[in-house]
């Protein structure tokens, strides 16, 4: 199928998310990555992840956009290389800081999702950050994505019905 336009074409390359019905899965691949050291794994599913997060500069972020408001649970998928690889970490999204300890797995092969915290976002653009604030044993974390979960309104839970319910949330008329 070919269509064709006359005048300019207006896009917006800024990844709309979900505000209701599915999470909005954030890979790393599709992040842009900063910093020194941070680099790719090959890409195949054991692998999908950032790696050798040893610099406290070195951050990964995304660009998004909402057209209409919503609370999310925010969530990490990630890894360790080994038991020895810990830290702190924030996400940072709509001028919210979420922190977080990464939990050590056992080594690379066990992955964990961990739930940072919530945000309440209005109808916009921004950037979501994962940024480490204190890196031990070498490693900070194997990152493979950031989820953000729409949160029901009239229930308080996220739409997977999975994990666990952080706080409440009142529906309101603000959005």
Same mark, same amino acid.
Do not use: C
């Given at each position: 199928?070919?269509?064709?336009?006359?005048?300019?074409?207006?896009?917006?390359?800024?990844?709309?998310?979900?505000?209701?019905?599915?999470?909005?899965?954030?890979?790393?691949?599709?992040?842009?990555?900063?910093?020194?050291?941070?680099?790719?794994?090959?890409?195949?599913? *054991?692998?999908? #992840? !950032?790696? /050798?997060?040893?610099?406290?500069?070195?951050?990964? =972020?995304?660009?998004? @956009? &909402?057209?209409?408001?919503?609370?999310?649970?925010?969530?990490?998928?990630?890894?360790?290389?080994?038991?020895?690889?810990?830290?702190?970490?924030?996400?940072?999204?709509?001028?919210?800081?979420?922190?977080?300890?990464?939990?050590?797995?056992?080594?690379?092969?066990?992955?964990?999702?961990?739930?940072?915290?919530?945000?309440?976002?209005? *109808?916009?653009? #921004? !950037?979501? /950050?994962?940024?480490?604030?204190?890196?031990?044993? =070498?490693?900070?974390? @194997? &990152?493979?994505?950031?989820?953000?979960?729409?949160?029901?309104?009239?229930?308080?839970?996220?739409?997977?019905?999975?994990?666990?319910?952080?706080?409440?949330?009142?529906?309101?008329?603000?959005?």
């Amino acid at each position: 199928m070919v269509i064709e336009f006359k005048g300019d074409l207006k896009v917006n390359a800024v990844r709309l998310i979900s505000a209701r019905d599915q999470t909005n899965v954030l890979r790393t691949f599709d992040g842009e990555s900063h910093g020194s050291r941070l680099r790719f794994g090959d890409g195949k599913a *054991p692998k999908a #992840y !950032v790696f /050798e997060w040893s610099e406290p500069g070195d951050w990964i =972020g995304w660009k998004i @956009r &909402l057209d209409q408001g919503a609370v999310f649970d925010v969530k990490l998928k990630y890894t360790t290389a080994s038991a020895a690889n810990n830290g702190t970490y924030t996400v940072r999204i709509g001028g919210r800081v979420l922190k977080a300890t990464v939990q050590p797995t056992a080594n690379e092969n066990e992955q964990t999702t961990a739930v940072v915290g919530r945000v309440k976002l209005v *109808p916009g653009e #921004y !950037v979501v /950050e994962v940024r480490p604030q204190n890196i031990a044993g =070498g490693e900070l974390m @194997r &990152l493979f994505h950031l989820e953000l979960e729409p949160v029901d309104r009239t229930t308080g839970e996220g739409v997977k019905g999975k994990g666990r319910k952080i706080g409440t949330f009142a529906p309101s008329q603000d959005f």
